[in-house]
């Protein structure tokens, strides 16, 4: 059977610089991988502290394997549910200071869950406008009623809170802001919930491993631990494995756990993935080093841009570079891979339109020579496109 709105689709994409298709790695996930054929240096990861491959890691993966096997086999309310899946609760909820903890097999089906799971019609959510998609899909998903607030602005969260008569309110977040690594605003979240009832729901994907002053996420970086409902994340980024979960009190996971349908009905993590992320979760807590190294990375980048009259927005792991269209974002990508640095570019609709972007990512494993290389050959792509160096995201939006 013919199907002419695939070609029809696709041939759109490509025309408007939109068209999107897979790279093969054939190394770790690492500082330096080798990206068909060609090695370059690595900055568009979310293994910010290099745990992703870290010999103590993947020993514990090949271990926890040996023990368990493979494959959970079922659902964690049939016989899916392993001694290591609790251990790695406990160990979560110890690690962000909650009662309990709840995990998921990806940090997409966790958002959607926890949306569509306290989500009813007689519910709204209040979501910031430059939320995860998975956030945009849980909301859809949660036969709420969606109030979308202007970004980090609490003024106009309160607006829309002060008008809402919904019985149940949820406030939601990402902690840090996956395309800008901004942080969310949430000593004043958490003031204007707590004023009109709400819950507060923080996505902490990018804020674990990262945000000072041990890792432990957005409400520990704020001294807020204990203040927020429902405290998400995954394993996948600075813990370097798989999965995610949600940290709150014990009759909300009670609660989680009888109604939330990707829960329910979905295949407990592999055990030997569990056993890997108690390995780093460990490493996270015994080596602060690491997390320093990350943030001087951090401060050296920006020093090297802003040496070249560029501004490099953000004070976490993720720093965004405007470039503009989406041919000029995917001509300056390439270039710097042509130089031996892989930043990836971001266009709509991931971003806004007219605001395509590098979204530079820095790990603790990069060296002080890897980081001064890619400010200096991103630098060099962006004058040889004609771009600028007064360009800020703020302003193109």
Not at 8 to 28: D, H, M, N, Q
Not at 164 to 184: C, L, Y
Not at 223 to 233: D, F, K, Q, T, Y
């Amino acid at each position: 059977m013919e199907l002419p709105f695939l070609d029809e689709e696709i041939v759109a994409l490509k025309e408007k610089g939109r068209y999107r298709f897979l790279r093969r790695l054939s190394t770790p996930q690492d500082a330096r991988i080798t990206i068909e054929g060609k090695e370059v240096l690595n900055f568009s990861s979310n293994n910010y502290l290099g745990l992703a491959n870290h010999p103590e890691v993947v020993a514990a993966l090949a271990d926890y394997a040996g023990r368990y096997g493979v494959g959970s086999g079922a659902s964690r309310l049939i016989s899916g549910h392993m001694d290591v899946h609790a251990e790695l609760e406990e160990a979560m909820a110890r690690f962000k200071g909650s009662e309990g903890c709840l995990t998921f097999s990806a940090g997409y089906m966790a958002n959607l869950g926890i949306l569509s799971t306290l989500g009813s019609p007689d519910t709204t959510i209040f979501s910031d406008e430059w939320n995860h998609a998975s956030i945009v899909d849980g909301c859809r998903l949660s036969r709420a009623r969606v109030e979308v607030y202007r970004h980090t602005d609490v003024t106009h969260l309160e607006d829309l809170l002060r008008a809402s008569s919904s019985r149940r309110k949820i406030v939601v977040t990402d902690g840090v802001f996956s395309m800008d690594g901004d942080i969310a605003p949430l000593p004043d979240l958490v003031t204007v919930k707590d004023r009109y009832g709400a819950i507060l729901v923080v996505d902490d994907a990018h804020a674990v491993g990262v945000l000072p002053p041990r890792g432990r996420g957005s409400a520990d970086h704020f001294g807020l631990s204990g203040r927020v409902e429902i405290l998400m994340g995954t394993f996948s980024k600075a813990l370097g494995t798989y999965g995610a979960y949600l940290c709150s009190t014990r009759r909300m996971v009670e609660y989680f756990i009888n109604k939330c349908r990707p829960f329910i009905f979905n295949t407990g993590l592999p055990p030997a993935i569990a056993g890997a992320t108690l390995a780093s979760l460990g490493i996270l807590t015994r080596e602060p080093g690491r997390l320093k190294a990350l943030w001087e990375n951090g401060r050296l980048f920006r020093n090297e841009m802003e040496a070249r009259g560029r501004e490099a927005g953000s004070d976490t792991a993720i720093v965004p570079i405007l470039v503009g269209t989406d041919g000029d974002t995917m001509a300056v990508s390439r270039a710097l891979f042509d130089r031996g640095v892989f930043v990836h570019g971001i266009r709509p609709p991931t971003v806004p339109e007219g605001t395509g972007r590098l979204r530079l990512t820095l790990m603790a494993t990069h060296t002080a020579e890897m980081v001064r290389t890619a400010a200096a050959r991103i630098d060099e792509a962006l004058r040889e496109r004609g771009i600028g160096t007064n360009g800020a995201i703020a302003e193109k939006r």
